[in-house]
Structure formats: structure tokens, C-alpha cells
């Protein structure tokens, strides 16, 4: 247990269909990640947040649409995805300032797309 | 910019043996270092770190230490486990709070 809570922990949805991923963390955190993790591929970073603003988008398409409400919660909206989006999809918290601190990993949502 | 390099995979031993996975980074500034382990179905989760240089972390027998003039942090274990079969990735994060992470490198170990 990381401290770092992923719901739902499976997803399978159809292309046309719209799903939201869930990430909490009550660490103190005021950092927020979204990874994508592929099969035999890096792992690839797609949203950050620095006290709930975004810094970082790594040229994901728009079908992913990531939330963030506050610093405990993040979401990621997913709508008319493509089977190549099936992924484990990993959320992390750290805090934000300076380099040092270590990045905390939910156990990821293992998403298929049909 | 920031990359890390580890060793391809799969790595397969047997129980007792010797584990290096090797691990070199590029970056600005000065980072910090981490071996991260996943195993399967899960999340990655954190199995040591190293802040700055000469610094070596170590955790349930692993060990790495942090060296700035071969820029390269690999991960040691003296005597493996069939327990410690699962994925292991290396990450530096710089002052930008950015996480960089290698491809990870799959360790299965045989009794």
C-alpha cells in the first residue's frame, strides 16, 4: 500500500463509450502524475500537475482529458478511445518542490478498449 | 536533456546468485536517483534512492550507488530470490519535479 489509491483497478470499454479513472492520495502531496504503461514500451508520461495547474502535456490526444479538482484527487476522462489505448494506466503523487523526492504509484488501471 | 539507459531484459538466474542490472543516466543539473520495482499487476513502488553523488541506497538487500563521473546508478544484490522475480526500473528527477524512467528490465529467478 503507496499511499496512492486507483479506481477502478479494470476497465473495459467500447470505442463510442465514456469512462473516468480515478486517482486519491492523502500523502501530503501536492504533485499529480498520469503514466501510460504499454506492453514492451517505455513508460510514457502524459499529464503532470503542480498544485492542481497542469505543466505538463506530452502530446496526448484529446480523448484523454485529465482533472484536477484538488491536490488529493486527480481524474482522467476518457471518451471514443482506440484499442491501441489499451494500457495499465499509472498514477503517481510526489511532492512538488526540488528534486529528491521520491514519486508514490497507485496500482494502475488496466484498461481494454473493444 | 534527461534520459536513462538500463540493461535489456529479460534477466534470468538462479536462486543465490549475483544480480547487477546496469544503469547510466544523461541530465541537467543534479539529479536524483531511484530503482523502482513492479511487480505483476501492480504499481511500481520505490526500492531505494540516492540524492546526490557518492550516495548509496539500499533496501531488502539491493544496493546502488550514485556516481557522477560514470553517470550511472546500478542496481547490486548479493544472493537473489525467487521473490524478487518482477520488473525493475531506474529514474532520475531533476529540480523541474520531472520523473525519467528506463524501459525496465524483467528479472526472473529459478530455484
Known amino acids: 500500500e503507496t499511499g496512492v489509491t486507483q479506481t477502478p483497478r479494470h476497465l473495459v470499454m467500447g470505442m463510442t463509450n465514456k469512462k473516468s479513472l480515478k486517482c486519491e492520495q492523502h500523502?501530503?502531496?501536492?504533485?499529480m502524475y498520469w503514466y501510460k504503461q504499454s506492453a514492451k514500451k517505455p513508460l510514457e508520461l502524459m499529464f503532470v500537475?503542480?498544485?492542481?495547474?497542469?505543466?505538463e502535456n506530452n502530446s496526448v490526444p484529446s480523448r484523454f482529458s485529465p482533472e484536477c479538482p484538488n491536490s488529493s484527487h486527480l481524474f482522467l476522462h476518457l471518451h471514443t478511445l482506440q484499442p491501441e489505448d489499451s494500457a495499465l494506466y499509472l498514477c503517481a503523487s510526489s511532492h512538488a518542490q526540488g528534486a529528491g523526492s521520491e514519486a508514490f504509484f497507485g496500482q494502475g488501471t488496466r484498461l481494454t478498449v473493444v | 536533456g534527461n534520459s536513462v539507459t538500463q540493461m535489456e531484459g529479460p534477466v534470468t538466474l538462479s536462486e543465490e546468485a549475483f544480480l547487477t542490472i546496469n544503469c547510466t543516466y544523461t541530465a541537467t543539473g543534479y539529479p536524483s536517483l531511484f530503482w523502482y520495482v513492479q511487480y505483476p499487476g501492480e504499481g511500481l513502488q520505490l526500492l531505494l534512492k540516492a540524492t546526490k553523488a557518492d550516495d548509496k541506497g539500499s533496501n531488502k538487500g539491493f544496493e546502488a550507488t550514485y556516481r557522477k563521473e560514470t553517470t550511472s546508478f546500478h542496481l547490486e544484490k548479493g544472493s537473489v530470490q525467487v521473490s524478487d522475480s518482477a520488473v525493475y526500473f531506474c529514474?532520475?528527477?531533476?529540480?523541474?519535479?520531472?520523473?525519467?524512467f528506463g524501459t525496465g528490465t524483467s528479472l526472473t529467478v529459478i530455484p
Open positions: 500537475y503542480n498544485f492542481k495547474e497542469q505543466t
Open positions: 529514474a532520475l528527477s531533476n529540480a523541474g519535479n520531472q520523473f525519467y
Open positions: 500523502l501530503g502531496h501536492n504533485a
